[in-house]
């Protein structure tokens, strides 16, 4: 098994069989940078000082020439050929507080939430606790390279995990998910991941923003935020954006929670009304949200989620209305 040497500080951790430089830190309880664990985002670059990995995603969109000539590489998709010897610089803020595991995990139901988003519960065989908002890798038989998906509900055992996911169109993944995954059938899963999870100690009203696949984490911290006594005090807020009606959803779950219409929130919007029978709020889901709450969002603790336009909107409407970065969580998956 390799050993992986940190210059500074002095720190050294085994890394298991199969497993990348990143995930086997985070087990080791260190706090490596990360966010989307894909390949995409960058924020687990590190550089080798002695020794060699294999790189799973040649093509990453988070590793360039430039950084493979400063022999730097991403965390995530870095497996040791032998003992290494790294420069990182590793933070408190992504120690693990469930330190993420392999394990597979039985597909125990299969529900419908739209016309392309399904629920798919899984049971892990062995059970990890997990925060509202993270994330898991799913590896998907037939499926190569895995693929992060977030929860959508809460845990104190970790005996169910349950994924709100939508088809992509030619996604691989989603495509044999949709298709070809039936319930019983074995899914090798790894986590919990991200950065993006209730902050029981913030003192501000939250702010959930989702549009299309966000649905999934932005469900797990309206869940959270119900069931935390710390929250007792505050409101949580939770706009959703789809194209059409039909694509509108969130509200169902929100419903059953302990405080819905007082403390807890629901605000739907569509972008694209021409010929639908909608009533309510129609634009951008930045649109509604400045709109809603104009000056208050730099007051807000602001959570959200969505397809990659939807995320680069939001983070330039936060930055425009000054909310400070601290009160903004979401990771980047693309």
């Not at 085994?14 to 086997?24: K, M, N, S, Y």
């Not at 990995?53 to 950084?67: I, L, M, Q, S, Y």
């Not at 899914?187 to 009203?205: K, Q």
């Not at 702010?207 to 469900?219: K, Y």
Request: aromatic residues 10%.
């Amino acid at each position: 098994m390799p050993t992986i040497k940190l210059a500074k500080p002095e720190i050294s951790f085994e890394c298991p069989e199969g497993d990348t430089v990143l995930r086997a830190a985070l087990r080791a309880g260190l706090g490596f940078p990360y966010e989307c664990n894909v390949g995409s985002c960058g924020n687990c670059l590190f550089e080798i000082a002695d020794g060699t990995v294999e790189h799973d995603r040649k093509d990453a969109p988070g590793w360039n020439e430039r950084h493979k000539a400063r022999n730097r590489f991403l965390g995530c998709q870095a497996h040791p050929k032998g003992d290494l010897s790294i420069k990182v610089n590793l933070r408190e803020h992504y120690v693990a507080k469930h330190k993420p595991v392999r394990t597979t995990a039985r597909l125990e139901s299969i529900e419908d939430v739209t016309h392309d988003i399904r629920e798919f519960r899984l049971k892990p065989a062995k059970a990890t606790a997990f925060l509202p908002g993270q994330y898991a890798l799913l590896y998907v038989p037939g499926v190569t390279g895995a693929r992060a998906y977030s929860m959508s509900n809460i845990t104190s055992d970790g005996a169910a995990w349950d994924f709100q996911i939508k088809k992509v169109p030619g996604g691989a993944c989603t495509e044999k998910l949709f298709a070809s995954v039936k319930v019983g059938d074995e899914i090798a899963i790894d986590g919990p991941f991200g950065m993006a999870y209730l902050r029981e100690d913030a003192p501000r009203d939250i702010l959930c923003l989702a549009g299309g696949s966000g649905l999934s984490p932005m469900v797990s911290i309206a869940r959270g935020f119900a069931a935390s006594a710390g929250l007792a005090g505050q409101k949580l807020h939770f706009v959703y954006g789809g194209r059409q009606v039909r694509d509108i959803a969130g509200e169902e779950f929100l419903k059953p929670l302990a405080g819905y219409g007082d403390r807890i929130h629901y605000y739907p919007v569509i972008s694209m009304p021409e010929g639908e029978s909608w009533n309510g709020r129609t634009g951008f889901i930045t649109d509604a949200a400045l709109s809603i709450f104009g000056d208050k969002l730099k007051d807000m603790e602001i959570y959200f989620a969505g397809p990659p336009a939807m995320a680069t909107a939001v983070v330039q409407m936060m930055h425009a209305a000054k909310v400070p970065q601290p009160q903004i969580h979401y990771d980047q998956f693309y």
